[in-house]
């Protein structure tokens, strides 16, 4: 996730407000568009793309064809456990804490 806030880094200090103020624009409409100038205007464009690019090289992005068939038996199991400060309470035998012989129960159900 963070890979892609590189480009958006990279468009933002890009944007950089260049120009003179003249009071008219009418001799500058008039000017050849040259092949260096239509190229230099695709200069943030490509330095993007290449940004890009680097990042995909970067993540390493793999097409896989292997498949693998099987099937498993699993049981799916959620336990939700109270880790609050009367959890540290010693109820049972002494010195063993609430959230401990939780602990033990949880240990003994997985393993039977």
């Keep these: 996730m963070f890979l892609l806030l590189i480009p958006l880094v990279f468009v933002y200090r890009t944007r950089r407000?260049?120009?003179i103020k003249i009071p008219h624009i009418d001799g500058f409409l008039e000017t050849p568009h040259s092949?260096?100038?239509r190229l230099f205007r695709l200069l943030p464009v490509v330095r993007f793309l290449a940004v890009i690019a680097l990042i995909f090289i970067t993540a390493g992005p793999r097409i896989?064809?292997?498949k693998s068939e099987g099937s498993t038996i699993g049981i799916d199991?959620?336990?939700a456990i109270d880790t609050s400060s009367s959890m540290s309470a010693?109820?049972?035998a002494p010195g063993i804490t609430r959230l401990d012989?939780?602990?033990v129960v949880i240990r003994e159900?997985?393993?039977a």
Excluded: D, P, Q
Aim: hydrophobic share 55%.
């Design 77 to 79: 199991i959620v336990l």
């Design 101 to 103: 012989a939780t602990k």
């Design 64 to 66: 896989s064809e292997a």
């Design 90 to 92: 010693v109820s049972f």
């Design 35 to 37: 092949l260096r100038l």
């Design 17 to 19: 407000v260049t120009g």
């Design 109 to 111: 159900f997985i393993s």
